[in-house]
Nanobody, 116 residues
Framework: QVQLVESGGGLVQPGGSLRLSCAAS????????MGWYRQAPGKQLELVAR???????DVAAFVNGRFTISRDNAKNTVLLKMNSLKPEDTALYYC??????????WGQGTQVTVSS
């Protein structure tokens, strides 16, 4: 089993910043891709950004340079630093982990609300 523990969501004003963190534990010797997805009310789940164990990243177009994803393989953690947040970034953000053996896991989600 794999556990993903997220932290760092909250309420921020437009233009502000937040940092999301996700720590993986359990049977993760072949942890390959870690990333973040989000789902806004009434909308589909969408990729925000993901990063492989080798450091290759895949970032959604809407990020437009505002977010940075990074990873600490030794600590099995992934960080998403979000700057210049907009109201449309309001969503439930989920941590995702994909193992090389083909299994995928999700965190519980952390709420990000961008509002004045």
């Amino acid at each position: 089993q794999v556990q993903l523990v997220e932290s760092g969501g909250g309420l921020v004003q437009p233009g502000g910043s937040l940092r999301l963190s996700c720590a993986a534990s359990g049977s993760i010797s072949d942890l390959y891709v870690m990333g973040w997805y989000r789902q806004a009310p009434g909308k589909q789940l969408e990729l925000v950004a993901r990063i492989t164990s080798g450091g290759k990243t895949d970032v959604a177009a809407f990020v437009n340079g505002r977010f940075t994803i990074s990873r600490d393989n030794a600590k099995n953690t992934v960080l998403l630093k979000m700057n210049s947040l907009k109201p449309e970034d309001t969503a439930l953000y989920y941590c995702n982990a994909y193992l090389a053996r083909g299994f995928e896991y999700w965190g519980q989600g952390t709420q990000v609300t961008v509002s004045s």
